[in-house]
């Protein structure tokens, strides 16, 4: 991630990035993608480690990434790791 941000100051032409930097979009015409399209990808993306294919489906049947855009969802992140019976 690091190295990423790294390139990503650097084609942005900035000496530090700050919180909104991260979000920027590097071009313009950057393809998008829907909600379905997004699951793919990452569902595709997780099954490249024996742990990543392991964890994918309980990570989507216990909704622990809510990523999908919707009308009076809040921005932000939440973790709950108070308590190790917790999951985060």
């Not at 393809?31 to 990452?42: E, G, L, N, T």
């Not at 990570?59 to 809510?66: G, T």
């Amino acid at each position: 991630m690091q190295r990423y941000y790294r390139l990503k100051a650097r084609i942005l032409n900035v000496d530090q990035l700050y919180d909104y930097d991260r979000y920027a979009p590097l071009f313009a015409d950057q393809p998008s993608c829907d909600w379905k399209q997004a699951r793919q990808i990452v569902q595709e993306s997780t099954a490249l480690s024996a742990q990543g294919r392991g964890d994918r489906p309980r990570v989507l049947r216990q909704r622990w990434i809510d990523a999908e855009l919707r009308t009076g969802k809040r921005s932000g992140a939440f973790s709950s790791s108070a308590v190790p019976s917790a999951h985060p």
